[in-house]
Structure formats: C-alpha cells, structure tokens
C-alpha cells in the first residue's frame, strides 16, 4: 500500500521529504489523481482503473485500486486545504511534470464520458494551485 511519505514529511515541514524527487512527484500524481476520483462525491470503478493506467504509464509503477480509492478519501488534507497541499507541492515539481499532472487529471475526469460541475470545479482548482494558465491546462504551449 501507498504510504505518501514523501509528501506527508514535505507537506508538514521537512523539506527533505522532496529530496527524492521522483519519488514526490509519483505520489503527488497519486495523490491529486485520486483526489480526482472522489471530486464529484461517486469514486467511478472506470476512473479508478484510469488513474491505475496513468500512473503505470507515467512512472513505470503498479498501483492497486484500493490503494486509489484509499487515497481519494486520505485524511491527509485536514491539515489544510487541498489547494494549499497543491500549490506546495506544485512549487517543487517542473512546468513539464505540472502539465503531465494536469493532462493526467482531465484523462481522469473524462474517464467515465461525463464531467459534471464539481469535477470542473476541482480541474479548475488544480489547475489554478499548479500555477498554470488556461494555455498550459489546455496543452496550447
């Protein structure tokens, strides 16, 4: 099972929970994508095996998808808000790696052929606590 390590040490204050970067970044994917799931309250089977793909696809790892619906209702975020969580974590990752996060969430959100306005909402919200702009969400530059 996914721990978060990386991004709880990081997110509660010690820096060095970002020095394996690699590590930060595939469980920040993780993390969002699966945050990603349960935005619009119904965890959909079809975006669950979606962020599974991703992230395989995207770092090389196999993750199970109880470890995915775990994660969509992780406590981790009563320490602060989920935009707070992200732009944190945003400003240790790369444009590229941002962008793939992003790509990655509207694949999620897409997933089940429908987005409905909390979804929206939270695309919108990563998107802005990423520090990306309309161009960047949309894959214009």
């Known amino acids: 099972m ?3 390590d990386h991004i709880v040490r990081f997110f509660r204050g010690d820096e060095e929970g970002a020095s394996d970067k ?3 970044v595939n469980e920040a994917l993780l993390m969002i994508l699966a945050r990603g799931t ?18 395989k696809d995207a770092t090389g790892e196999e993750v199970d998808a109880k470890d995915v ?3 969509a209702i992780s ?10 969580y992200i732009s944190k974590a945003a400003g240790k990752m790369s444009l590229d790696e941002r962008k793939m996060v992003v790509k990655a969430l509207c694949d999620v959100i897409k997933a089940d052929g429908k987005v409905n306005p ?5 695309f919108n919200g990563v998107v802005k606590a990423m520090g990306l702009g309309h161009a960047d969400a949309a894959g214009l530059v």
């Open 69 to 71: 619906r775990v994660a």
């Open 38 to 55: 349960s935005s619009d309250a119904n965890i959909d089977a079809l975006e669950v095996d979606t962020v599974c793909r991703i992230y």
């Open 2 to 4: 996914t721990t978060f």
């Open 22 to 24: 690699k590590a930060f």
């Open 75 to 84: 406590d981790l975020f009563n320490d602060a808000s989920l935009d707070r």
């Open 118 to 122: 909390l979804e929206a909402d939270f």
